[in-house]
T-cell receptor, first 111, second 111 residues
């Protein structure tokens, strides 16, 4: 059982480049989330999708866009990467009565 | 917006000692989760607390929830080195499907 799968695991971008982080879950969960984790800041919610077809901003949405492609997949796009977006990104999924299950993370460096 | 505060942020303790990590949150919720994160790894679910007075135990860790006080505790009994990790609490806001994390407690157990 794969759970939550994120790709890529590592990425280096130049300032101004764009990229999409992919996330897929095989647990038939309704809700999916994108977090970023920075030292000393805990996990901060970027965007979430409560169900297929809906997306909402979290605490730190600026500079990001998301797409809930179907029930399984939730992608995060950086249109014009900035050094401040250097971080570890986690995707998670859950249902209303469960805890969140996390992917392995994407380490992104913007130079 | 829900605020989730953990204390302490950093904890260094000797093997064999007991200690408690606290998680306070600002808005009514009856569902709280504890996670563990090892360096460079993803988050692993430890406990799911779904009602006032809930208590869960696993090995040397015990978690409890007091929804009236908006407080959860993670108690460590007779710490061992393997418990060294960062521990996060997370609160579930059913009304907006958001999943809010505390800032984390970095625990180091010293032999």
């Amino acid at each position: 059982n794969a759970g939550v799968t994120q790709t890529p695991k590592f990425q280096v971008l130049k300032t101004g480049q764009s990229m999409t982080l992919q996330c897929a879950q095989d647990m038939n969960h309704n809700s999916m989330y994108w977090y970023r984790q920075d030292p000393g800041m805990g996990l901060r919610l970027i965007y979430y999708s409560a169900s297929e077809g809906t997306t909402d901003k979290g605490e730190v949405p600026n500079g990001y866009n998301v797409s809930r492609l179907n029930k399984r997949e939730f992608s995060l796009r950086l249109e014009s990467a900035a050094p401040s977006q250097t971080s570890v990104y986690f995707c998670a999924s859950r249902d209303s009565s469960t805890e969140a299950f996390f992917g392995q993370g994407t380490r992104l460096t913007v130079v | 917006e829900l605020k989730v505060e953990q204390n302490p942020l950093f904890l260094s303790m000797q093997e064999g000692k007991n200690y408690t990590i606290y998680c306070n949150y600002s808005t009514t919720s009856d569902r709280l989760y504890w996670y563990r994160q090892d360096p460079g790894k993803s988050l692993e679910s430890l406990f799911v607390l779904l009602s006032n007075g809930a208590v869960k135990q696993e090995g040397r860790l015990m978690a409890s929830l007091d929804t009236k006080a908006r407080l959860s505790t993670l108690h460590i009994t007779a710490a061992v080195h393997d418990l060294s990790a960062t521990y996060f609490c997370a609160v579930d806001m059913r009304v907006d499907h958001q999943f809010y994390f505390g800032t984390g407690t970095s625990l180091t157990v010293i032999p």
